[in-house]
């Protein structure tokens, strides 16, 4: 596999000698690398720390009692055998760190000095931690420390941060007394009642995390061999290079070199030093964009080295310029070595013109029907040769690709050859070479999310370059489809954060209520009533969809259908989520387009209508009317509709504005209108509608009136539902993912305006919408989900 000709004795001989020569005049090996596994690591490690912290802070009284009970179950130990047992334990642990100190001192002092290094700055941390916690005197002291100056805790965490940074488990002879001594220091501690179960855990990650943190910080010795070394292994396999270097300084694993024939190789090595690099990056990728766009997720760099391997093995076979594989092979253990041909050819140049662009896209033809997606296809990864082109990297190749994939390689390239030799040429030699099947199916991906693995830079400046080609391609017509490549969008998740944040907490501090210490004292069966007519409400609303639609629709179905509009209303305002929802459900179940839009109007104008009703009449039922609520309009809300009504009145002056609405809007409304009108002479869907309806205000009340009986809140029913029923008017019409911050200020002033003190009308109003729009998110989700995959929606 490794590609090198067979020859003579002698000849073989020489090319030995010339490899040895070599070798002297080539570079010495790295000694320190910063490891990418190590800070990843050291992020988990620290993550899992601040999940127990916070949930010892959440649950102070379960915590605590915990702690509690695990100490008298281990006071039946008798005192002096714990003492003597941690004593002997500490002992030992301080003569293991001596003896390992004075070992590794000559051939690893690297390791030895981050390892002393993390020991320090963990039992500093540690003590630093230990005296905020006693001056908080909180549930933190108490679950964790017992209320001690525990000395314990400071050692056991010193010791495993010294462990994990000098790396011994990774030494055979070592391993097994490493993972004793840590087991042994952390149970002594336990039985001898210096630390608790959350202690245990807390210094475990924490002396990782320190342990992981400073060998990432400081650098550890590196597990790559010399050049010399390297050249002498590769050589035992008949790889004879001189002149091998590093490629880039900050990639030490990958060098460049030439062989005796003089031909270049590239040389890549995974072994402990490459662990994890590029990780993090590719993982949010595949959480950024669908799985079927990021790929498969290389969650190591040995899988990321045999993927290039098999990449360029099946482009090779295929006839396509590539790099061509000279050697995969393990040289060390831990450490394999992918040895690769440079492909001959020139950079791609703006005075190729068209043929090179051919040539380009022929190449690109191949690769794809030997299975295989570039996915990187930037202009330093592309070669031109004479009669021919290919490609000078496949280091983001994905073989067995889908049609989606591919297709975003047809958007790179058109996109590198639109800005090199002009999009014209570049949609002129994707017709004459590459031969597209679909091109409104390309055209559909022409967007700058396509460019991704380029880089947010390299995705904005490739913009209009991305526009003049989808202009070449299909014209100026700007209907045409785009095709969905993201999961999410950072204005749906910005406006979620900002507007929680905005409603709770500036709320909270303006009001000085302690949120956290009242939502504590929550009756939990008050809370399990409120998310029972939460899920009351989901039922109303599917009864209240079918009561206007001809054909039948099964209620559990309905159920699921607008439980998963929860989870599709995060994105978009709520009214418009739902609306969406429904409407693909009707289209699947075979129910035309007209009555579609006719049982969704219907059923928003009658849950509009009955809203707005039953708000006048509660209002008035109290004997206050609705002023009180301050839901008349303002003289800025009515500046706001008449400015909204003069840009409209503008618009309506735009002849191609009329042209839209006279072939496009009036027709539709002319097609529902009809099944509006036959809708409403059928007095009895009319009333099951306005039932349904009446069932999912009562739900939302039962939901509201529970989370303030939860927090020991007992107002009156009719001022209550007033309040709540201001609150939806305003959310359906907040433009906002759930209303976000507007239901919330109306719900909390409304709570407030009929006596409700704001210590408790606040951590009331977050119980409601947790029950009612934060836990549905994720159960909409999974309902979502499977009913994409029965085909509902």
Not at 101 to 130: D, E, H, P
Not at 185 to 190: C, D, I, K, R, V
Not at 482 to 500: C, G, P
Request: proline share 5%; charged share 15%; with cysteine.
């Amino acid at each position: 596999m490794h590609g090198v000709k067979k020859a003579a004795v002698p000849e073989r001989e020489q090319q030995r000698g010339s490899a040895t020569r070599s070798i002297s005049l080539s570079p010495r090996g790295f000694e320190r690398v910063r490891r990418p596994a190590d800070l990843l690591l050291a992020i988990f490690a620290l993550g899992v720390v601040g999940l127990v912290l916070t949930l010892v802070r959440a649950l102070p009284i379960g915590s605590t009692e915990l702690a509690s009970d695990v100490s008298g179950w281990l006071g039946h130990i008798p005192r002096w055998l714990s003492v003597s047992a941690a004593s002997i334990v500490s002992l030992g642990c301080l003569a293991f760190v001596v003896v390992s100190s004075s070992v590794f001192i000559r051939r690893a002092a690297r390791g030895v000095l981050n390892a002393c290094v993390a020991a320090a700055v963990a039992a500093g941390c540690s003590v630093a931690v230990s005296i905020v916690w006693h001056i908080e005197r909180g549930s933190v002291t108490d679950a964790v420390l017992h209320g001690k100056n525990s000395t314990s805790f400071v050692i056991d965490t010193a010791f495993i941060a010294y462990l994990v940074a000098i790396d011994l488990v990774r030494r055979s002879r070592w391993a097994r007394w490493c993972v004793l001594a840590g087991a042994s220091l952390l149970l002594a501690g336990l039985a001898d009642d210096e630390v608790t179960p959350f202690a245990l855990v807390v210094a475990f990650f924490a002396g990782l995390f320190f342990g992981w943190g400073l060998r990432w910080l400081l650098g550890a010795e590196s597990v790559q061999p010399s050049t010399n070394e390297l050249v002498r292994r590769l050589g035992e396999h008949q790889l004879f290079i001189h002149d091998l270097r590093p490629i880039d300084r900050r990639r030490r694993s990958d060098l460049t070199g030439v062989l005796i024939d003089g031909s270049a190789v590239d040389v890549r090595m995974a072994n402990r030093d490459t662990r994890g690099a590029g990780l993090a990056r590719r993982l949010w990728a595949h959480a950024r964009l669908r799985p079927i766009v990021a790929g498969h997720v290389a969650l190591s760099s040995r899988a990321q080295l045999e993927q290039v391997a098999l990449s360029s093995y099946l482009a090779t076979g295929a006839g396509v310029l590539s790099p061509s594989v000279l050697l995969l092979n393990e040289l060390a253990p831990e450490m394999l070595v992918l040895v690769m041909g440079k492909p001959p050819g020139e950079p791609l140049r703006a005075s190729g013109g068209l043929e090179s662009a051919k040539y380009l896209f022929a190449a690109l033809r191949a690769l794809h029907d030997s299975g295989i997606a570039h996915r990187d296809l930037r202009a330093e990864n592309l070669l031109v040769a004479e009669a021919s082109a290919g490609f000078s990297s496949l280091d983001a190749a994905l073989p067995g690709a889908g049609e989606l994939v591919r297709r975003l390689d047809v958007t790179q390239l058109l996109t590198t050859l639109g800005g090199v030799v002009g999009p014209t040429v570049s949609v002129e030699a994707l017709r004459s070479a590459y031969v597209p099947e679909d091109e409104a199916a390309i055209a559909a991906t022409l967007q700058p999310i396509a460019l991704a693995p380029w880089g947010f830079t390299a995705m904005r400046e490739a913009r209009g370059c991305l526009a003049e080609v989808r202009l070449a391609m299909v014209g100026p017509d700007a209907s045409a489809p785009i095709a969905r490549l993201e999961r999410f969008r950072w204005r749906t998740v910005i406006s979620a954060i900002a507007l929680t944040v905005a409603a709770f907490l500036l709320v909270g501090q303006i009001s000085q209520v302690d949120l956290l210490g009242a939502l504590r004292r929550t009756n939990f069966g008050w809370f399990a009533l409120a998310l029972a007519g939460s899920a009351l409400t989901y039922f109303a609303a599917a009864q209240n969809l079918a009561a206007f639609v001809p054909a039948r629709l099964s209620p559990i179905r309905g159920f699921f259908v607008q439980l998963s509009s929860a989870f599709v209303g995060v994105a978009m305002p709520p009214t418009v989520g739902h609306v969406a929802v429904n409407a693909r459900y009707l289209h699947r179940q075979r129910v035309d387009e007209g009555a579609v839009a006719a049982a969704i109007a219907l059923s928003q104008i009658v849950n509009v209508v009955s809203t707005v009703i039953l708000l006048v009449v509660f209002g008035f039922l109290t004997g206050t009317g609705v002023s009180r609520f301050k839901i008349a309009p303002s003289t800025d809300l009515l500046l706001g509709l008449a400015a909204i009504a003069v840009v409209a009145a503008v618009l309506m002056l735009i002849p191609r504005t009329r042209t839209i609405i006279s072939h496009r809007v009036l027709p539709r409304l002319k097609g529902v209108w009809p099944r509006l009108l036959e809708s409403l002479t059928k007095p009895l869907r009319l009333l099951w509608g306005i039932g349904a309806n009446l069932l999912l205000t009562f739900g939302y009340l039962l939901a509201f009136l529970a989370s303030l009986f939860a927090l020991g809140s007992h107002p009156a029913i009719l001022p209550a539902a007033v309040v709540y029923l201001a609150g939806n008017a305003v959310g359906s019409a907040a433009p906002t993912p759930g209303g976000l911050g507007a239901v919330e200020a109306v719900l909390t002033a409304g709570l407030t305006a009929i006596g409700i003190p704001a210590h408790e009308a606040i951590p009331a109003v977050l119980v409601f919408r947790v029950a009612t729009f934060w836990l549905p998110i994720p159960a909409g989700w999974l309902a979502f989900v499977l009913l994409q995959r029965s085909g509902t929606l």
